[in-house]
């Protein structure tokens, strides 16, 4: 009697599918904290995800382990070569955003970002009939930046006209601004980048003229208003613009 050959559709190999996908779990878990030991999970995703984010890099850490843990040899039955290269672009599709993150730094959401929209069409106007006065109310804290602007106006409406702010965003020049005009920028996000949406200030007065653009700065002035089409767009009579580093923070809350 002749001994018993092995199955030719069932052959054992080593199991690089399962070293790869266990890879591929791992590398993701790095990258997860890889941005939050370098601050730089900021620029992907709001803080307020912080805690579920960091639960799925240990999930996906506990996978790669699982992975590794189940064997270095498997069986298989020898899928066809279409299956193949459908499981290799599969694996390209994960390993080269891995890579990019991995390898690049990311900056924060720019000008480029409004997809070719001109900085002017989305300037931020008064509420319509919002009352005027004299005498602005005074702000719960001082206006710093500009989340504290946003929530002042909320609260205050055109009444703050004359209110000394601060605020800081990214400066840029557009088509339907005036020479002595500046767009200053700021994304506000509720989940991550992908739901981000602008928002822009008008900057105006001789600060705003030769003020450096396309990077961050910071504007310190007073509220005001420019009348424009019909709208009362808020405006900061500028006393000083100067460039600043990106901050560490770069995006508002979904309620600024």
């Known amino acids: 009697m002749s001994a018993a050959r092995p199955d030719p559709g069932h052959r054992p190999v080593w199991g690089w599918g399962r070293i790869l996908r266990a890879s591929l779990l791992l590398g993701w878990a790095a990258l997860i904290a890889k941005l939050f030991a370098t601050g730089e999970m900021v620029k992907y995703m709001a803080p307020a995800l912080d805690p579920l984010t960091a639960l799925t890099a240990l999930v996906l850490a506990a996978m790669g382990v699982m992975e590794l843990a189940g064997g270095r040899l498997h069986l298989h039955d020898g899928a066809n070569e279409a299956e193949g ?112 949406r602008p928002v822009v200030l008008l900057v105006a007065g001789p600060a705003a003229r030769g003020a450096e653009t396309d990077g961050w700065v910071a504007v310190e002035g007073t509220l005001a208003v420019t009348e424009r089409d019909g709208a009362r767009l808020v405006t900061i009579a500028a006393e000083r613009v100067q460039p600043i580093p990106e901050p560490a923070t770069p995006y508002l809350g979904p309620s600024y």
Do not use: N
Request: proline share 7%; with cysteine.
């Open 85 to 196: 290269i459908e499981q290799a672009l599969t694996y390209l599709l994960v390993i080269l955003p891995l890579a990019l993150g991995i390898l690049v730094t990311p900056r924060a959401l720019g000008a480029g970002a409004l997809g070719g929209e001109s900085a002017a069409r989305l300037l931020l106007a008064y509420a319509p009939g919002s009352p005027a006065s004299t005498e602005p109310p005074a702000p719960a804290r001082p206006i710093e930046d500009t989340a504290d602007l946003l929530a002042y106006l909320g609260q205050a409406g055109t009444s703050g006209v004359g209110q000394r702010v601060r605020a800081t965003g990214l400066g840029v020049r557009a088509a339907g601004l005036a020479a002595g005009e500046l767009a200053l920028l700021r994304f506000a996000i509720a989940h991550c980048v992908a739901d981000a």
